[in-house]
């Protein structure tokens, strides 16, 4: 069961700090059906770039950035959404990823005058992103329906990991628990900026390997999860109260997982 818990306030910051959550975006085996289902779901516009940029689609909420997607990179490759940590500096990250015994997939590289990014495996597997922002920020828009409201890392290492993001970004953790089960804040200036969720229980078989899950926040949880399977989705947790809120676990018609929660504000 996933859980989230009140983190920091994206509004109120006027520059992505570093360690923090500030975009997300989708790897997809298909283009154009992901575009139909998420401007259906959350009511996103697509904005597509030129050929420079390979039909990479920013999707915008009320004119401002919220997410992103486009094609897979390489064949095999699996239809997944991916989290983007903010940095001020993506190549001392990376060497700080290699040195914590994580690995480096896509070294730094300059997106035009966008920003800069590089892409990483943690040592437990799971994979995330770095974004240094140039003229792109990141996400403009959090916590609101149809914008990302949190990210939570799913691992079987809950030590590795908190040694692991401790060193690379600094973060600090705080020991909760949700429904019985322990959980951990990741916290930056003693704000919380994401959770980490011990995959325990008979609810993670072996074969799912650590990541980062997506959560972008709705209206009425069961009305999205609903929505979602109309255009296709899948439910993978039905709809369920917690805490803060109610949340459901999905995928897209292309199989990549993310979450909806509506309540958390």
Same mark, same amino acid.
């Given at each position: 069961?996933?859980?989230?818990?009140?983190?920091?306030?994206?509004?109120?910051?006027?520059? !992505?700090?570093? &360690?923090?959550?500030?975009?997300?975006?989708?790897?997809?085996?298909?283009?154009?059906? #992901?575009?139909?289902?998420?401007?259906?779901?959350?009511?996103?516009?697509?904005?597509?770039?030129?050929?420079?940029?390979?039909?990479?689609?920013?999707?915008?909420?009320?004119?401002? !950035?919220?997410?992103?997607?486009?094609?897979?990179?390489?064949?095999?490759?699996?239809?997944?959404? #991916?989290?983007? %940590?903010?940095?001020?500096?993506?190549?001392?990250?990376?060497?700080?990823?290699?040195?914590?015994?994580?690995?480096?997939?896509?070294?730094?590289?300059?997106?035009?005058?966008?920003?800069?990014?590089?892409?990483?495996?943690? !040592?437990? &597997?799971?994979?995330? #992103?770095?974004?240094?922002?140039?003229?792109?920020?990141?996400?403009?828009?959090?916590?609101?329906?149809?914008? %990302?409201?949190?990210?939570?890392?799913?691992?079987?290492?809950?030590?590795?990991?908190?040694?692991?993001?401790?060193?690379?970004?600094?973060?600090?953790?705080?020991?909760?628990?949700?429904?019985? /089960? !322990?959980? /951990?804040?990741?916290?930056?200036?003693?704000?919380?900026?994401?959770?980490?969720?011990?995959?325990?229980?008979? &609810? =993670?078989?072996?074969?799912? #390997?650590?990541? =980062? %899950?997506?959560?972008?926040?709705?209206?009425?949880?069961?009305?999205?999860?609903?929505?979602?399977?109309?255009?296709?989705?899948?439910?993978?947790?039905?709809?369920?109260?917690?805490?803060? &809120?109610?949340?459901?676990?999905?995928?897209?018609?292309?199989?990549?997982?993310?979450?909806?929660?509506?309540?958390?504000?």
């Amino acid at each position: 069961m996933s859980a989230l818990v009140t983190g920091c306030d994206h509004a109120a910051m006027t520059a !992505p700090s570093p &360690g923090v959550p500030t975009w997300v975006d989708l790897a997809t085996s298909d283009l154009d059906d #992901s575009i139909r289902f998420y401007t259906s779901l959350f009511g996103w516009t697509p904005q597509v770039s030129g050929a420079e940029f390979g039909g990479y689609t920013t999707f915008l909420l009320n004119g401002l !950035p919220v997410a992103g997607a486009g094609p897979l990179f390489g064949e095999g490759q699996p239809t997944t959404w #991916s989290t983007y %940590l903010a940095t001020d500096d993506a190549d001392l990250t990376a060497a700080r990823v290699e040195a914590a015994a994580g690995k480096v997939l896509v070294a730094p590289f300059d997106v035009a005058d966008q920003g800069r990014m590089a892409a990483f495996l943690d !040592p437990s &597997g799971a994979p995330f #992103s770095v974004w240094e922002a140039g003229m792109m920020r990141g996400a403009e828009a959090f916590d609101v329906p149809g914008a %990302l409201t949190w990210n939570e890392l799913n691992t079987r290492d809950v030590d590795g990991a908190r040694n692991f993001y401790g060193a690379v970004f600094g973060w600090t953790f705080r020991e909760t628990q949700v429904g019985g /089960l !322990p959980y /951990l804040l990741c916290e930056t200036m003693r704000q919380p900026v994401a959770g980490l969720q011990p995959m325990i229980g008979e &609810g =993670w078989p072996p074969d799912i #390997s650590p990541y =980062w %899950l997506v959560y972008f926040a709705v209206g009425d949880c069961d009305v999205a999860a609903e929505h979602a399977f109309a255009l296709g989705g899948r439910v993978i947790t039905a709809p369920t109260t917690i805490s803060i &809120g109610r949340y459901a676990v999905l995928t897209d018609p292309q199989g990549a997982t993310f979450a909806v929660l509506a309540g958390r504000r």
